[in-house]
């Protein structure tokens, strides 16, 4: 059974630093990428950014670049998400995906609980 397990959410106030890490389990994911998407409350999933196992690709959505790091540890098959500079705006429910290399939720096949991140004005 596939399994992605988020932690490091938590509040923090505006321009402060977090990192999210997600560990996976259950298969090799040496064929999928690792995305991260995120939830405000009345708003749709959106997507943050993405990372492939291997090579290294990654992409970032416009409102998160420069700001935000995503990063694996294949030997500890976790997937971080460094996040800088935080703003108001980025609290939500964050979410880590395994599937294909996209930017949209419908291609990724397994998803982690979320973890809330929270950002004081």
């Known amino acids: 059974q596939v399994q992605l397990v988020e932690s490091g959410g938590g509040l923090v106030q505006a321009g402060g630093s977090l990192r999210l890490s997600c560990a996976a389990s259950?298969?090799?994911?040496?064929?999928?990428?690792m995305g991260w998407f995120r939830q405000a409350p009345g708003n749709e999933r959106e997507f943050v950014a993405v990372?492939?196992?291997?090579?290294?690709?990654?992409d970032y959505a416009g409102s998160v670049k420069g700001r935000f790091t995503i990063s694996r540890d294949n030997a500890k098959n976790t997937v971080y998400l460094q996040m800088n500079s935080l703003k108001p705006e980025d609290t939500a429910v964050y979410y880590c995906?395994?599937?294909?290399?996209?930017?949209?939720?419908?291609?990724?096949?397994?998803w982690g609980q979320g973890t809330q991140v929270t950002v004081s004005s």
């Open positions: 990372i492939r196992w291997t090579g290294g690709f990654t």
């Open positions: 259950g298969r090799t994911f040496g064929n999928y990428a």
């Open positions: 995906a395994a599937g294909l290399l996209s930017r949209r939720d419908r291609d990724y096949a397994y």
